[in-house]
């Protein structure tokens, strides 16, 4: 007997403000919605993540702060960048 990974594509990705528990303050997040998974917030300032309003466990390993939060701000730039060259 054999083992499936599934992993869902990322149907949407955006950039959305509100308020994060962990800063405790308004924040951006970027929201991506996967299928069979749901909703994922990373916020832009802190890295943690949420699926479907629920914090998701933390990578027990130095540095994944910093990572997840260079992974968001890095799409969010890319993103912000496409929009830029649309409205020209």
Known sequence: ??????????EKTWIERGHCPT???????????????GLYDTCLKCGDRWGEN???????CRGWRKESVDRA????????????????
């Open 54 to 60: 629920e914090l998701l466990d933390r990578p027990f």
């Open 73 to 88: 701000k890095k799409f969010y730039r890319r993103m912000k960048k496409t929009v830029q060259k649309e409205r020209r």
């Open 1 to 10: 007997m054999g083992s499936a990974i599934c992993s869902g594509t990322i």
């Open 23 to 37: 800063c405790k303050k308004q924040r951006f997040f970027l929201r991506e919605m996967v299928d069979w998974y």
